[in-house]
């Protein structure tokens, strides 16, 4: 049996994960690869929207609240990490709930279900992108945070200051997957990243 993985092009993901937005690139690398495994897979069989909100946890969690009861309330940090994968499987679960996953610098995911609450004025998105987008803008014009948004049209996209500097198309990987799956070769697989210029 042979064992797939995906692997973003280190150009690609240098670019997106600079240094400039002070995050942890690690951290935002392990939360963009869950983000596009939830935008493949669906739940349920049904395709699912969400967003994490990484870095910058305190002012985050200043500007935002719970819409219900905090499911990783009191649980341990060490379980919480974003890399674990019994973590992962959870937060693929409540990813069909409403709201926001804050995700810590150091991979902590340290609340679900927050709605963020950041003013919108002078955020500025294409027309068709809803108010998941939207929170995500405003809490990254608020904060030095960078969102991951998980679109219901199954695309991935990075907002950072505001704005929009990234696009993931999973449908893309799965025809390059198959297609190379197809002619019996494939170990390594790349990411389909557009990349938003100023």
Known sequence: MERYFMKMPEDMFCEICSEKRGINPNTLREVIMLAVEIAREGREGRRIGTMFVVSDTENVMKHSRSLILDPLLGHPADLKQISDT?????VKELAQLDGAFVVSDEGTVVSAC???DSSSEGIHLPLGLGSRHMAAASITKLTTSVAVVVSE????RIIDDGGIVSEIIPELLMFKRYSALSK???VEQEIIVSTIED
């Open 86 to 90: 019994d973590m992962r499987e959870t």
């Open 114 to 116: 927050r709605y963020l």
């Open 153 to 156: 049209s199954s695309v991935v």
């Open 184 to 186: 019996g070769k494939m």
